[in-house]
């Protein structure tokens, strides 16, 4: 396949678009397509994914408005290449992604990770919001150990409260949704972009 680019190819931002949004097969957006006129089979709109998510992912980016320090964190189980994994998950107050991670173990070490990626990219927060779960609080736990061993005056709050927790949890039900129609992601560490476009950044 020749090299493409968004300008050669004016309909691929628009099935790219609406392949992340609204999370339909190749073959339903192939007929979709095909109704507006446009002839492109499901292998041509899988390429155009792979290759322009990106692109609309680093726009996304760039226009999501800026996040809050109050956060609230959650885990679910996602099928990946046909087996069940846990994908971890942040929003913040307002149900504004985050991040997430796609971890094979739900254990101390993976909350711990993931909170260190999450801050990396955010911030520290001022405080979370999280479940019962007891590996989730040993891992933002060991985030606040080494802020005292760093010489912070500060710590991040751990709240343990499901019912405020309620909107990353109903957030969980919008992600399965949308990827239950697209048979489940095909990669265990899918682009970036996949899950954060499906957060309605653009």
């Known amino acids: 396949m020749p090299k493409t680019s968004f300008r050669k190819n004016s309909d ?6 609406f392949y992340v949004r609204y ?8 007929e979709i397509m095909e109704e507006r006129g446009v002839e492109v089979d499901h292998a041509t709109l899988n390429r155009w994914v792979i290759r322009y998510s990106p ?20 885990e679910t189980y996602i099928k990946v290449k046909g087996q069940w994994t846990y994908l971890y998950r942040a929003v913040d107050s307002h149900g504004d992604t985050l991040d997430f ?13 993931f909170f260190k990626q999450t801050i990396n990219n955010n911030g520290f927060p001022d405080k979370v ?7 989730n609080y040993a891992g933002l736990a060991n985030i606040n150990l080494l802020l005292i061993l ?11 409260v499901k019912c405020l927790n309620n909107i990353i949890e109903q957030d969980h039900r919008f992600i399965k949704k949308i990827t239950k129609p697209m048979m489940a992601l095909k990669r265990f560490t899918p682009p970036k972009q996949q899950l954060m476009e499906l957060k309605r950044h653009i």
């Open 12 to 17: 691929s931002p628009h099935a790219v678009f």
């Open 23 to 30: 999370g339909v097969s190749y073959r339903y957006l192939e």
């Open 55 to 74: 692109a609309i992912a680093v726009k996304a980016k760039s226009q999501k408005r800026e996040t809050n320090k109050s956060w609230r964190m959650d």
């Open 101 to 113: 991670m796609l971890p094979e173990h739900h254990d101390e070490e993976a909350a711990t990770a």
């Open 129 to 135: 919001v999280m479940d019962k779960s007891g590996a």
């Open 150 to 160: 760093a010489g912070f005056a500060t710590m991040i709050d751990i709240l343990q």
